[in-house]
T-cell receptor, first 113, second 113 residues
Framework: NAGVTQTPKFRVLKTGQSMTLLCAQD?????MYWYRQDPGMGLRLIHY???????AKGEVPDGYNVSRLKKQNFLLGLESAAPSQTSVYFC????????????FGQGTRLTVV | AQSVTQPDIHITVSEGASLELRCNYS??????LFWYVQSPGQGLQLLLK??????LVQGIKGFEAEFKRSQSSFNLRKPSVHWSDAAEYFC???????????FGQGTILTVHP
């Protein structure tokens, strides 16, 4: 009964390095989302997916790429990390859009030095 | 574009006192509204949601919220706060089609014994 699982939970990167954050859900949800949380700014949507093989940009997509090759997984990539990408990243999933509330993972704390 | 404002960055109350956290939203149609709570180092947990119907909605942990269309507000209330309620609270409005959430800046609640 895992729900939404994010890997890793913590990571420190050097500027210019690349990495991939993995989000896995076991609820057979169609919709998946990546948000970043910064102090005083709430959570902001980076990218989202409405089904396997689909992705779309959110509010703050620059510097990130995503892939949804399998329904249960949603990957967030940073090709060349920058200090401005230091943040806590949350993945969420939902059965559908609109009236259905989303389930959130525990977050990944990323520091770029 | 949809937006959410939480005017209070930090609120301090005494245990047993009543609580009201403010939330104002901007959305073109009937909004889907949510309140989430985040304990330190944790993910987001859904407290309650409003989609339609009765404007007073009940949630978990004794919380309730009232939707007031005329004031574009969705304030969260609790009659008697417990020390375990100390956390950060987020109001959010949801996109009707894709379930994308727009969050407020968050309100940090401190509870004094």
């Amino acid at each position: 009964n895992a729900g939404v699982t994010q890997t890793p939970k913590f990571r420190v990167l050097k500027t210019g390095q690349s990495m991939t954050l993995l989000c896995a859900q076991d609820m057979n949800h169609e919709y998946m989302y990546w948000y970043r949380q910064d102090p005083g700014m709430g959570l902001r949507l980076i990218h989202y997916s409405v089904g396997e093989g689909t992705t779309a940009k959110g509010e703050v997509p620059d510097g990130y790429n995503v892939s949804r090759l399998k329904k249960q997984n949603f990957l967030l990539g940073l090709e060349s990390a920058a200090p401005s990408q230091t943040s806590v990243y949350f993945c969420a999933s939902s059965y559908s859009g609109g009236r259905v509330s989303a389930f959130f993972g525990q977050g990944t704390r990323l520091t770029v030095v | 574009a949809q937006s959410v404002t939480q005017p209070d960055i930090h609120i301090t109350v005494s245990e047993g006192a009543s609580l009201e956290l403010r939330c104002n939203y901007s959305y073109g149609a009937t909004p889907y509204l949510f309140w989430y709570v985040q304990s330190p180092g944790q993910g987001l947990q859904l407290l309650l949601k409003y989609f339609s119907g009765d404007t007073l909605v009940q949630g978990i942990k004794g919380f309730e919220a009232e939707f007031k269309r005329s004031q574009s507000s969705f304030n969260l209330r609790k009659p008697s706060v417990h020390w375990s309620d100390a956390a950060e609270y987020f109001c959010a409005v949801g996109d009707a089609s894709y379930g994308k959430l727009t969050f407020g800046q968050g309100t940090i609640l401190t509870v004094h014994p």
